[in-house]
């Protein structure tokens, strides 16, 4: 049973603006830690934001901070990520993705969702 489901990928110009969206159904309590990861074309998966969710301290890999904002909606389980200034080399599928600690370190992450395609053209 798939319970962290992504919504918002899409084909934007470079430059342009995405929002995703991704929603925790599988727990009945909202997990300590709610991120982003991505794999693009040619290479592994990485992490790309991750947020408590109690407090809400954020921390972003080097490539997209200042461009994407990762932020979460306790009430309704839910966690986004605002990129902003898109470039090509953003292009690949998104995975929503959860840990139960250590949110700044991409390992503890455990549980994912199918994934979201985000193509950003130049």
């Known amino acids: 049973q798939v319970q962290l489901v992504e919504s918002g990928g899409g084909s934007v110009q470079a430059g342009g603006s995405l929002r995703l969206s991704c929603v925790d159904s599988g727990y009945g309590y909202t997990r300590n830690c709610l991120g982003w990861f991505r794999q693009t074309p040619g290479k592994e998966r990485e992490g790309v934001a991750g947020?408590?969710?109690?407090?809400?301290?954020?921390n972003y890999a080097a490539s997209v901070e200042g461009r994407f904002t990762v932020s979460k909606d306790n009430a309704k389980k839910m966690v986004y990520l605002q990129m902003n200034d898109l470039k090509p080399e953003d292009t690949g599928i998104y995975y929503c993705?959860?840990?139960?600690?250590?949110?700044?370190?991409?390992?503890?992450?455990?549980?994912w969702g199918q994934g979201t395609q985000v193509t950003v053209s130049s």
């Open positions: 993705a959860a840990a139960p600690w250590n949110c700044g370190t991409w390992h503890a992450y455990n549980d």
């Open positions: 947020i408590y969710t109690e407090g809400g301290a954020a």
